[in-house]
């Protein structure tokens, strides 16, 4: 079965620093990946997604992730945080083909001035 | 062009009553998908429709029922409601591209329903 670890329910930085979110998955064969974003009394905004070719993806925003098989891994960068970047953020795994999304509990983005 | 609407945008119920959902997919896709999220939880899946069938089902209990209408919308019922069943119900839409191979999610607004 598939599963979804996200590593820090809440996450502060200061504006311009480095934005880390951790994603590790469980899966018996390389799964599609997903991160999404959702600001306050919103549905859910696509970040970037992986399925397939480079490891590296580049999403809206300034975000992108790594894919690395070896570790489980698909965690999201930005090199400079800024105050609108404040908000929830959800790793994804899906089935290779799509079909149902399995969610992460969700990282909460804090950034202070 | 519209993305996923769904209506309504916030509902209170009583315990036993039954409700329905509503969702309007992007304009191309086929698919529907429903997901509850409660409250400081991701989102999990309950069920997704395509062809008007049901495609694939979480780990729901029959309470939680749905439709899918000729022109893609879709509707989610649920009935008896308990108190846990208050939550965010988000709406996501797709397409199927060929072989069962199927495009991103995108996800409506939501419906938050409360259940007294």
């Known amino acids: 079965a598939q599963s979804v670890t996200q590593l820090g329910s809440h996450v502060s930085v200061s504006e311009g620093a480095l934005v880390l979110l951790r994603c590790n998955y469980s899966s018996s064969v390389p799964p599609y990946l997903f991160w999404y974003v959702q600001y306050p009394n919103q549905g859910l905004q696509l970040l970037l997604k992986?399925?397939?070719?480079?490891?590296l993806v580049k999403g809206i925003n300034g975000f992108e992730a790594e894919f690395k098989k070896s570790e489980t891994s698909f965690h999201l960068t930005k090199p400079s945080a800024h105050m609108s970047d404040a908000a929830e953020y959800f790793c994804?795994?899906?089935?290779?083909?799509?079909?149902?999304?399995?969610f992460g509990q969700g990282t909460e983005l804090s950034v202070k001035p | 062009d519209a993305g996923v609407t769904q209506s309504p945008t916030h509902l209170i119920k009583t315990r036993g009553q039954q409700v329905t959902l509503r969702c309007s997919p992007k304009s191309g896709h086929d698919t529907v998908s429903w997901y509850q999220q409660a409250l400081g939880q991701g989102p999990q899946f309950i069920f997704q429709y395509y062809e008007e069938e049901e495609r694939q089902r979480g780990n729901f209990p029959d309470r939680f029922s749905g439709h899918q209408f000729p022109n893609y919308s879709s509707e989610l019922n649920v009935n008896a409601l308990l108190l846990g069943d208050s939550a965010l119900y988000l709406c996501?839409?797709?397409?199927?591209?060929?072989?069962?191979?199927?495009?991103?999610?995108?996800f409506g607004p939501g419906t938050r329903l409360l259940v007294l």
């Open positions: 994804a795994v899906s089935a290779r083909g799509g079909g149902k999304l399995i």
């Open positions: 996501a839409s797709s397409f199927i591209v060929v072989a069962g191979d199927q495009e991103t999610q995108y």
């Open positions: 992986y399925t397939t070719g480079a490891t």
